[in-house]
């Protein structure tokens, strides 16, 4: 088989997504690979064959920017009007290497997130098989990932001009219209859910078109290895995800809550420069891009912004976490994690105070029936199969279409 990925540059896209492409090689599929140069050494590192494609959000997307000035990012903040925006312009800078490239290699099939909108175009161009990976919810007639995406008004300014370019894309590809429903609520020929069913809203009202395979764990050698200190202490490992992650003021907040408690602490910074920080307690370890597993699989606290990626890794591993949203949809991974006995959430981040992140850390680490939970959840998430179950799905999917 013949089979092309066509991924965001963003670590919280193409990580879902390693796993499977090597499983696939392993068992003797070709795979091309379409995203960002950044992330070469990564892909080619799975045996895919690397196509690089040029980048509109990196030449334009500044939402994480410190030069801007607060109105500016005051406006960013209305994340429902900006990514569809940014996810169509992204998709207008890769359509055309994606299609030069296979339109004399034809794969069997096109493998794409939510994001990937070029994926979904190239599909229909080509006529082959679209297929949908999910690192987060799937939408159906019960729920919808595009609902707080669609409140935003068809007058406004993001809003029309993500129009036009969806206007624009029909009228010179010849693909459906990429509305932000279709965009967020698309679903594909084949769809794979890289999540466990318990945290799923709706989750029997799939039909067979969706399988469940979990969280897909693989080797990841970007960034080294990490071992946390020989001290018998507890390990706390706090990350708010690689992207929408410039929040500067939850540190001073991180670091007066964990100042005088007998634990190690690891904090992953994404877009913050360390040298901004000050006053980092001794006991606190900074770092900007991390080897996330390694550390995960030590630690036995999770602070993070409830982004799927990240939840999933700490359900695999058994770790209790702290939600701290910073959107809608990880605002319900969020309740589902305090709901589920998975940990606590904070779903008000500007009402945190260092007293209060103090009491949660200490709640969470003095009560063994969080940890019991997330070792329940684990055994869970490792039977789905991970990346082998999401190859076999996909290839026997393939095989009788």
């Known amino acids: 088989m013949h089979i092309a990925f066509v991924t965001l540059g963003a670590f919280g896209h193409i990580n879902p997504t390693l796993a499977l492409v090597t499983e696939l090689v392993r068992q003797g599929n070709r795979v091309t690979y379409f995203t960002t140069e950044s992330f070469r050494s990564i892909i080619e590192g799975t045996g895919a064959t690397f196509v690089p494609v040029p980048s509109w959000m990196a030449e334009n997307d500044h939402h ?6 607060k109105n500016e990012k005051k406006e960013d903040e209305n994340v ?7 996810f169509l312009n992204e ?3 890769y359509i055309d290497t994606v299609l030069d490239t296979l339109k004399n290699d034809v794969p069997d099939a096109i493998v794409h997130d939510f994001a990937g909108i070029a994926g979904t175009m190239a599909a229909d161009v080509l006529h082959t098989k679209n297929i949908m990976l999910y690192a987060s919810y799937p939408s159906n007639d019960h729920y919808s990932v595009s609902a707080s995406f669609t409140s935003v008004p068809e007058d406004h300014p993001m809003r029309i001009a993500a129009d036009r370019l969806a206007d624009s894309y029909v009228a010179k590809y010849g693909c459906r219209k990429m509305t932000v429903k279709e965009i967020f609520d698309g679903r594909g020929d084949f769809n794979i859910v890289m999540m466990q069913k318990r945290l799923v809203p709706y989750a029997e009202s799939y039909d067979d078109s969706f399988v469940f395979t979990g969280v897909q764990i693989g080797k990841r050698t970007a960034f080294g290895s ?6 018998g202490k507890k390990l706390l490992y706090s990350s708010l995800g690689t992207a929408f992650n410039n929040w500067p003021e939850y540190y001073p907040i991180l670091f007066d809550a964990v100042r005088d408690l007998p634990i190690n602490v690891f904090a992953a910074l994404g877009s ?3 040298k901004s920080l000050k006053d980092i307690p001794e006991n606190v370890e900074v770092g900007q891009m991390v080897p996330q597993l390694d550390i995960l699989s030590q630690a036995d606290l999770f602070i993070t912004h409830a982004g799927m990626g990240g ?4 359900i695999y591993y058994g770790v209790p976490m702290i939600a701290i949203p910073q959107m809608d949809e990880q605002a319900i991974t969020a309740k589902q994690i305090e709901a589920k006995g998975l940990g606590i959430a904070f779903l008000d981040k500007e009402k945190i105070t260092a007293s209060s992140l103090k009491a949660a850390i200490t709640k969470i680490l003095g ?3 969080y940890k019991e939970t997330a070792e329940d959840f684990s055994k869970d998430m490792r039977s789905l199969g991970g990346a082998k179950a999401s190859a076999a799905a996909l290839l026997s999917y393939l095989a009788r279409a």
């Open 367 to 369: 009560d063994a029936s």
């Open 64 to 69: 994480n920017d410190d030069s801007k000035d």
């Open 226 to 231: 990490w071992k946390a200190p020989n001290n």
């Open 91 to 93: 998709a207008g800078a």
């Open 80 to 86: 429902a009007a900006v990514v569809p925006f940014l």
């Open 272 to 274: 913050i420069d360390p």
């Open 311 to 314: 939840t999933g890794e700490s």
